[in-house]
């Protein structure tokens, strides 16, 4: 007998989850999709789409739509600890009279954000720590897998100063140093891979301050880069947050009419929702509500996007049977802030590129498993 197939009604309520109004349960059990498949071989979503809401080089906010909550979040966390990037690792310091102890100076370096050409950093391979009596070309440090970065500033007074100035920056030369004062220094082949203003690497953030100093005081570091993941540490991760929400879904269940119609907007962010006024057509028409109220104010979902699921409109006692709340299963509203070192919409495909690579290896395993199976039965 054949499977029942779902009416598209059906199939958009039970997308769509129920916000209740009380804390202790948000929303009500989650049902699956219909029809659902459970065969290995799943088709492509057919009805995956993808819509940018904003794109800046730092931050990006796209829908995700017609994918599992799974898939979803296997993107959310590739993008906070699987996507490698360029950081601090090593800290030489030669000379460090500061008060910042060199173990916390070391800390703060290396959480700066670095940028530069990307092709440069995908050129580089991966810089793996020696194991004792080990040589590995992987565990020496070379052009293709270390970046020489170095920071060296002494402060003195400034002979030029007033003497009435109380201002340490104008009364001291370096008196405080920033991420601006970090120095590239370029080794064998990366003089070709790393070339340029925007190609070397650079902090993201120039204005980041590292450090304080005084007449006297003096930071001589040299600090090496390698490449690494978030899952590793968190200095790693090209994101500085990498969040989705559902959409919210707002329905008006019965007429809000009048001065209920203006309180009931004001329980939403502005341009949720929106005042018109009962037209005739609708005022003739029997049944729905708006009999009699040719003319008067009516509360209309204009953009359930800005809503934050507040509930507010659920502890009015007007409102009881007149909305219901609730977000849609299918339907993922990210946001991507990237630190400086990838484009906030490249981070999403680097991502893709990310899942891919372990959706093919999990393939390369079973097909293994198979075959050993085939041999040796269990």
Known sequence: ????????EEIRKRKACLVLPFLDREVDFPLPFVPVSHLLNIPPHQNLQVIFHKNDPLEASFSLIGVDAAIANAFRRILIAEIPSLAIEFVFIHNNTSVIHDEVLSHRLGLVPLKGSLDGINWMTWFRMPQEGEEDS??????????????NAECTKNPNASPDEEDPTVLYNNAHVYARDIVFEPVGRQTTFFSGPDGEIQPSNPDILLAKLRPGQKIDIEMHCIKGIGQDHAKFSPVATAS???LPDIQITRPILGDDAVKFANCFPPGVIGIEHVTADEAEQKGTGYEGHKGE????VVDPFKDTVSRECLRHEEFKDKVKLGRIRDHFIFNIESVGQFNSDLLFIESVKVLRLKCARLKRNVAALADMTDINPV
């Open 1 to 8: 007998m054949a499977p029942r197939i779902a009416s598209p």
């Open 244 to 246: 989705y929400r559902l």
């Open 297 to 300: 104010k009516k509360a209309v």
């Open 138 to 151: 992987a565990s020496v440090a070379s052009d293709h897998n270390t970046i020489v970065l170095k920071l």
